[in-house]
């Protein structure tokens, strides 16, 4: 099997698992308690106010065939209108979508920056005090709840030291850079702890390979071994590790961006949930599926770059 | 008629009062600097609007701002009580209430230059009283027709004498709107030509809507052809610009405010209403409203579940309301900045009756509960929105003051839309609750607690044939005086019956920093910008 076919398969795979998780989250989201119209209507309109907008809706046409509305509109690439906001929902994903990849994307390359040097320092000096010190630090951070990283940024950064500003997400990308800094690395911290650990400990597994003694016996430069040789094979695990971490980082930017009030997909999902907004939790399920498979592939892409014998 | 020119004349008082009062009711004490003109305002909000119609609309969070975009005939006056003149300049009562004269204002333009024509007038309050579009019909049901007399005049021919008429003519859901651009709008309904109008409303209120980013922010611009006049004798609005930014978390909208990233924010939570006092860049405002929070109780002799309901008996209630020190609550839960409720209506209602109402008293509860049967005491449940500190607070103190008399109170936190379905299927014993008034009058909310066959007097079950009866005839009795006795006996019945818990009533709490002036929050809730204006 050559590497095309490879890849194709793996495509091939992404469209009826789409499905699937589409059909899922239509039938998860109602199988929640209470519904979208109460929700939106609230305590006070009467029954009578509820059975209209519940027609209105479609929300009283059988499951199967709501279900089969919603799988043909994927199909179509249409996903319907929030019923909080009277909008289509891939607007209103639209306008959010950027701040969130762009805050996603910001952390992960954060904790990657932060990362990386620190674990070749901690790996190199393996139980003295610079990798005692690190270590220490990125525990604290592992066991810290995001969002009270984020307040102690907010307070001590932003409103007390004035060198960022507190929350929003500013205009054009110079301002969005610097508005999703904090909240960037806030997602980044508990993130780079993980990686650091992970790789620390490849690059003391590749520390002792034959091949790594081989290189030296050979009379290679230090910062060539551990540039080409020790670095790349390190990197495999630490790159899978990346790559199933998207999700969680996307979950933590939940957190993040409310904290930080970036206008981000995450609060809106939150939001959608609580208000049983159907067409909105399904097409965020959806996207967010498609980027974490996305994700995975570019790992996977990765991977077989950094090592040949994946796809062969 | 007497009675009628007595409505007339509570109105027209109201209105000289309130063009003088208006700027008087920027409550912090220091001297008001002149109005300053141009410049942009960042206010900060909790959660954004949805739907920014006024007759399909259901959410405070579009009601509260809809009129700064949007003008009624009549509007609401600052304390929220009367009515003063709006697109209507006059208005006669007639032929014993049954006919109701407007003189609409002269020169009056939408956002968009379109002169306001008498036919718009007609079209919207027709809109406003079709029964199958939105929730809020009901606040104009008694209209039996609306006729353009003549270029400025409206004539409304009413069903019945309506004594809300007035108050109902300055609440959101009659605003007026450009008829011929409402129906230039895309789509084949009503439903969705008011979808894509509220894109880009445009209405005849202070300001114009620009730009809206869903849950982001909202961003309005100065109408120039506002009919209002300032301080200066200018058209009104101050401000060239005024931005909502949608913060949904409390503390960092605060601490936005602190920085000075936005000039102004609602909902400050009550417990840190003293920590911006004592700031001194900020200005915290707390505004008379008609919020009332309370918790209600299944009063059904059975539970859904078909045991036995101890919350049934009068006496229980009565006691679970001794029970309970408000003002040891209002301590803990607002840290003193509520008020003990007096009535199930807000002081700041029309015709609310001030009455005792349970002064803690643990011998009585304990009497009254050994009276009932249950000596021991008894267990029971609330259910609260699981996440809200402030309802946590509210039933924690709660099941503590009721420990002393035997009753174990059980907390069930769900989120909001688990709890509106087992509320609206009535399978609960009790729940925590808020409510704040729409319309200036006490029959709304009357309806939703006292009276059954609305929503069954807040789900509770509660039923009393004479409360029913009063409300009924309260619809159309025209004579003040008589009007208020009902009321009155409403409030006393209700209290002696308790089918909630009475618990306190809560101000607005905004805050701006000292820059940010002229920000008005009437007791119904309307954000009032108006005459805002930031200094250097």
Known sequence: MNRGTWLLGRLAQIVPSFLAIGGLVFVLARLLPGDPVSAVLGDRASDATIARLTAQLGLDRSILSQLFGFLSGILQGQLGDSIAYRVPVTRLIGERLPATLMLTGFALILAIVIAVPLAFVAALRENRWPDLVIRGVFQVGLSTPVFYVGLLLLTGLAARARLFPVGGYGEGWLEHLWYLFLPALTLAFSFAAILMRSLRSAILLVLTAEFVDFARSKGLRPGLILGRHVLRNALIATVTLVGLHVGSLLGGAVITESVFAVPGVGRLMVDSIFARDYPVIQALTLILAVLVSLAFLVTDIVQMWLDPRVGR | ?536
């Open chain 2, 1 to 536: 008629m007497e009675t009628i020119k007595g409505l007339t004349r509570r109105a027209s008082l109201a209105l000289a009062a309130s063009f003088t009062a208006l700027p008087m009711l920027g409550i912090s004490g220091q001297a008001q600097a002149a109005p300053v003109r141009g410049g942009k305002m960042i206010y900060g909000r909790y959660a954004d609007s949805m739907f920014l119609d006024p007759v399909l609309n259901d959410a405070n969070v579009d009601i509260w701002v809809m009129t700064n975009l949007f003008d009624t005939l009549l509007q609401p006056t600052a304390d929220g009580t009367g009515v003063q003149p709006g697109l209507a300049t006059k208005w006669m009562l007639e032929d014993g209430g049954k006919k109701l004269v407007l003189t609409l204002r002269e020169g009056v333009k939408f956002a968009n230059g379109t002169p306001m024509e008498a036919s718009d007038v007609k079209w919207s309050l027709d809109r406003a009283r079709n029964p199958k579009l939105g929730p809020w019909g009901d606040l104009v049901s008694s209209i039996a027709d609306v006729a353009v007399t003549n270029p400025s005049t409206i004539t409304i021919m009413m069903k019945t004498p309506d004594p809300t008429i007035l108050a109902a003519l300055a609440t959101f859901n009659t605003a007026i709107l450009p008829q011929k651009l409402f129906e230039a709008a895309a789509g084949a309904t009503d439903e969705e030509k008011a979808k894509a109008f509220a894109e880009r409303p445009i209405g005849t209120g202070p300001f114009l809507l620009s730009d809206w980013k869903r849950e982001v922010s909202m961003k309005l611009v100065r109408n120039p052809h506002y009919w209002k006049k300032g301080a200066d004798g200018q058209a009104l609005p101050y401000l060239d610009e005024l931005e909502f930014q949608i913060i949904k978390d409390d503390s960092t909208r605060l601490l936005k405010l602190k920085a000075g990233e936005i000039h102004g924010t609602e909902l400050v939570p009550l417990t840190r209403v003293k920590e911006l006092q004592a700031d001194p860049n900020l200005r915290m405002e707390l505004w008379p409203s008609t919020r009332v929070v309370y918790l209600s109780m299944n009063n059904r002799p059975k539970l859904k579940d078909g045991s036995a309901n101890p919350l049934s008996n009068v006496k229980v209630r009565q006691a679970l309301n001794y029970a309970v020190n408000k003002d040891a609550m209002i301590a803990i839960v607002t840290q003193g900045q509520g008020v003990p409720m007096t009535s199930f209506m807000s002081r700041t209602t029309p015709l609310y009756f001030k009455q005792d109402l349970y002064k803690v008293d643990v011998a009585k509860a304990k009497a009254l509960l050994a009276e009932a049967g249950f000596p021991q005491g008894f267990e029971t449940s609330t259910m609260l929105v699981s996440g809200n500190q402030d309802q946590l607070n509210i039933a924690t103190a709660v099941q503590q003051m009721w420990a002393a008399v035997g009753v174990k109170l059980k907390l069930e936190p769900l989120d909001n839309a688990s709890l509106t379905k087992r509320y609206r299927a009535d399978d609960f014993s009790m729940r925590t609750g808020a409510w704040t008034n729409d319309i200036a009058d006490p029959g709304q909310i009357t309806s939703y607690f006292a009276y059954f066959p609305n929503i069954g007097s807040l789900h509770t079950g509660f039923q009393n044939d004479r409360i029913d009866a009063l409300y009924k005839s309260s619809l159309e009795e025209i004579d003040p005086a008589k009007r208020a006795a009902q009321y009155k006996e409403i409030q006393e019945i209700y209290a002696v019956q308790a089918p909630i818990l009475f618990l306190f009533e809560t101000p607005y709490a905004v805050a701006f920093r000292k820059n940010a002036e002229g920000f008005v929050q009437i007791p119904l809730g309307n954000n009032l910008f108006e005459a805002a204006y930031v200094t250097k």
